[in-house]
């Protein structure tokens, strides 16, 4: 089986940290080029020191000039592109409905859908001329169950699930193919802080709130980058040419949300 990414032309949205970092390790270690983008341009500079000649780019995607901007840059670095990789977005808050400010639900939406929209039509038209490739949409197990408490994360991440099935509808004949990726609970900081501000609304402790979500997984086990990273290589691969249109869960089997 064949999952080498040799000679791919990578692009990943918010891949300064966390999950787009590791799949940008995960690409260079397996012969790809890559460019990324974040919104901080320190763990930019970090990147570029410690990685191969990645090219970076400091970029919001909710902002359709910075995302133009980020593709110029993009286009520059690697001459093309095979791959997309639509990594960025935000938690968004954690309150019930009513108590939730307009302005979050806008801004959530804004970086976890509208930036992956942003970024698939500036990259579709490079992908076509490159004679087909992958877009990977990350979504979450939030895009396949409720998640009380989450309502603008949960509405973000189901619109992408949306948006994978039509782009891999509309881009099947140009060899392009289009998943979505649906982690579960992923350890790491970023997961840490929903589970602290969650712990906080439920007025229960940190460790009760850790333990209530562990006990959604079948597997009894929170997910790692890498292995979130390792599918997304695979989809991009050789051994992933025929897979398009897909919603797939990395979760150790997450039974529900609600906790």
Known sequence: MELTSSGLRVLITAG??????????????????????DVDEARLQECQAAW????????????????????????????GLDVLVNN????????????????DWDRTLAVNISGQFYCARRAVPLLKAAGGGAIINLSSAAGLFGYPLRAPYAASKWAVIGLTKTLAMELGEFNIR????????????????????KA?????????MREQYLGLVSMHTFVTMQDVANMVLFLCS???CRIS??????DGNVETLRT
């Open 178 to 197: 289009v998943n979505a990726i649906c982690p579960g609970v992923v350890a790491g900081p970023r997961m840490d802080g929903v589970i602290k501000a």
């Open 200 to 208: 906080e609304a439920r007025g229960i402790s940190e460790a009760e």
């Open 16 to 37: 300064g940290a966390g999950i787009g970092r590791t799949i940008a390790e995960t690409f260079l270690q397996n012969g790809a080029r890559v460019h990324i983008c």
């Open 88 to 103: 960025a977005g935000i938690a968004g808050p954690t309150a019930p409905v009513e108590e939730i400010n307009p302005e």
């Open 245 to 250: 249109g897909q919603a797939l869960a990395i």
């Open 52 to 79: 191969p000649a990645p090219g970076i780019t400091v970029a919001d995607v909710s902002d359709p000039a910075q995302v133009d901007r980020l593709f110029e840059a993009a286009v520059a670095h690697l001459g």
């Open 238 to 240: 050789e051994a992933g």
